[in-house]
């Protein structure tokens, strides 16, 4: 009896120094390292300065802890100090080289601005809006953070994706094909994707199910 105790005893112990062990390395993996944070940096500032014209600022380091961009882990924060526009400087891991997402986050903002009237006149304010496109898309389409171009001139297809924060309604499906027409023809975006979703500000899903259609 006394031998069971004890290797119970030994038995928890051992499991309980793993998962703390299991813990702390996880802890640590989602810690940023600070030489690859001042690396990126630098690296981004060389780059910004030989390719962007307009006054710019490096205000952050992204650490992708998530793995949720495949061909970085850090990427330089910049912000276009003469319209505003945020974006990603990054070394690429797949083509050897620094690359930005200027384009792709000029281009998401300027659909949005053409959107949310639309939005707003048929949704109200209780709503988030998020208009998603590659982040490659200006080499796809060989434009430059100097000279971005505008979305409706090319077959650009994003994903737009309407989350609301209250639970379905009747008609709602007629409204969400009327979003569609307008994008279409209004905003200038022929094809793409559209998903609405019902949640809550704190996170709550109202609805399982959520509404999508690719045009």
């Known amino acids: 009896m ?32 600070h030489k690859e944070e001042e690396k990126v940096t630098k690296q981004a500032t060389v780059y910004l300065e030989k390719h962007m014209k307009h006054p710019y600022e490096i205000y952050d380091v992204l650490y992708d802890s998530m793995g949720n961009f495949s061909n970085f882990e850090y990427a330089a924060k910049v912000r276009d100090q003469q319209n505003g526009t945020d974006f990603l400087v990054y070394f690429d891991e797949e083509s050897q080289e620094m690359r930005d997402t200027y384009v792709a986050d000029q281009w998401q903002q300027e659909m949005k601005e053409a959107l949310s009237p639309f939005i707003h006149d048929q949704y109200g304010k209780e709503h988030e809006l998020m208009i998603f496109i590659d982040e490659n898309v200006g080499y796809t ?13 090319y077959d650009v297809r994003p ?11 009747n008609g709602d499906e007629k409204i969400f094909k ?9 905003v200038g975006i022929q094809h793409g994707s559209f998903t609405v979703s019902y949640v809550t500000k704190t996170g709550e899903i109202l609805e399982d199910n959520e509404w999508s259609k690719s045009f």
Do not use: C
């Open 141 to 153: 389409f060989k434009r430059t953070l100097n000279d971005p171009g505008s979305y409706r001139d």
């Open 178 to 186: 009327e979003t569609i027409k307008t994008l279409q023809e209004d």
């Open 159 to 169: 994903t737009v994706r309407l989350t609301l924060h209250r639970k379905k309604q």
């Open 2 to 33: 006394i031998k069971w105790v004890k290797w119970i005893g030994i038995f928890l112990g051992v499991s309980l120094l793993a998962a703390i062990s299991l813990v702390a390395l996880f802890w640590y993996s989602m810690k940023p390292v």
